[in-house]
């Protein structure tokens, strides 16, 4: 039987998140800081360009509130292959983190990513000037 397809099931999902809940044992009163988080995040690299996400710019913000951490995130091109697995990707990362509650990555698309957003190291890396 021939099933009717139209454009975007052959596109990337472009609303693709990823949420875990841990069931962890916290027995701790450590807070998760910012800076714990982007260390995480710094581990994942872009899969076409050798950089990690972060100092590509594509991470917009990172909101800790009590060991829950959110991060709103977007791709250099919306029509990325990889756009379900990079989100996936950034909170896995995350997930190692001691006393993390949750984690949250959203995929979002504004502002839309430029050149300009990446640190100067990655630019450095990509010949960028």
């Known amino acids: 039987m021939k099933e009717d397809k139209n454009l975007d ?28 988080v982007i260390k995480c995040i710094s581990t994942v690299m872009d ?6 996400v972060y100092d590509l710019g594509l991470i917009y913000s990172i909101i800790i509130n009590n060991n829950n951490v959110t991060i709103d995130m977007t791709l250099t091109n919306p029509n990325c292959p990889v756009a379900g697995e990079i989100p996936q990707n950034v909170g896995k990362s995350v997930e190692v983190l001691e006393n993390l509650k949750s984690i949250q ?4 698309w504004s502002p839309p ?14 010949d960028i000037f």
């Open 105 to 108: 990555v959203n995929l979002v």
């Open 47 to 52: 899969p076409e360009i050798p950089v990690n």
């Open 9 to 36: 099931d052959f596109l990337p999902d472009k609303k693709a998140s990823y949420f875990k809940l841990l069931d962890k044992d916290i027995s701790s009163d450590k807070k998760i800081i910012k800076e714990d």
């Open 113 to 126: 990513w430029s050149e300009n957003m990446m640190s100067e190291d990655a630019k450095l890396a990509l």
